[in-house]
C-alpha cells in the first residue's frame, strides 16, 4: 500500500522560508531506483512541476524556482523515504497547493521528470501561501 503524506506548508512572508516534507512508504523495492518530484497548482492554473530528484541524484528544477528551491531526499531505515523541498526567498507567485508525487525509476529529460503524467502516486497536498 503506498503512502505519501506531505507536511511543512504554511504561510509566509515574501522572503522568507519554508520547508516541505512528504514521507513515502510502500513503495520502494531494492531492486529498482526511484524517481520523486514535487508539483503545484495555484488556483485557475494547471498543474506545474516544480522539483524532481531520481534515485541517481539527478535534480530538475522548473526555471521559475531554480536558486530559490532545493529537492533532497532522506532515506530512513524502515525503508521510509522522505523528500523535502527547501522553499527560499519565497514570493508571491509561489502560492499554491503543493503535492508531492513518485514512481519508479525512469530515464527521462528534464521535461519528462517535471512533468505530471510521469508519476502513478500521488499525496493529497499542503498549502503554501505566501504574502
Known amino acids: 500500500h503506498v503512502q505519501l503524506v506531505e507536511s511543512g506548508g504554511g504561510s509566509a512572508q515574501a522572503g522568507g522560508s519554508l520547508r516541505l516534507s512528504c514521507e513515502v512508504s510502500g513503495f520502494f523495492s531494492s531492486s529498482r531506483g526511484f524517481c520523486m518530484a514535487w508539483f503545484r497548482q495555484a488556483p485557475g492554473k494547471e498543474r506545474e512541476g516544480v522539483a524532481a530528484i531520481n534515485s541517481n541524484g539527478q535534480e530538475n528544477y522548473a526555471d521559475s524556482v531554480a536558486g530559490r528551491f532545493t529537492i533532497s531526499v532522506e532515506h530512513r531505515d524502515n525503508g521510509k523515504k522522505i523528500v523535502y523541498l527547501q522553499e527560499d526567498r519565497l514570493k508571491s507567485e509561489d502560492t499554491a497547493m503543493y503535492s508531492c508525487?513518485?514512481?519508479?525509476?525512469?530515464?527521462?529529460?528534464?521535461?519528462?521528470?517535471?512533468?505530471?503524467?510521469?508519476?502513478?502516486?500521488w499525496g493529497q497536498g499542503t498549502q503554501v501561501t505566501v504574502s
Open positions: 508525487a513518485a514512481n519508479e525509476y525512469f530515464h527521462a529529460g528534464r521535461s519528462s521528470y517535471l512533468n505530471p503524467n510521469a508519476y502513478n502516486y
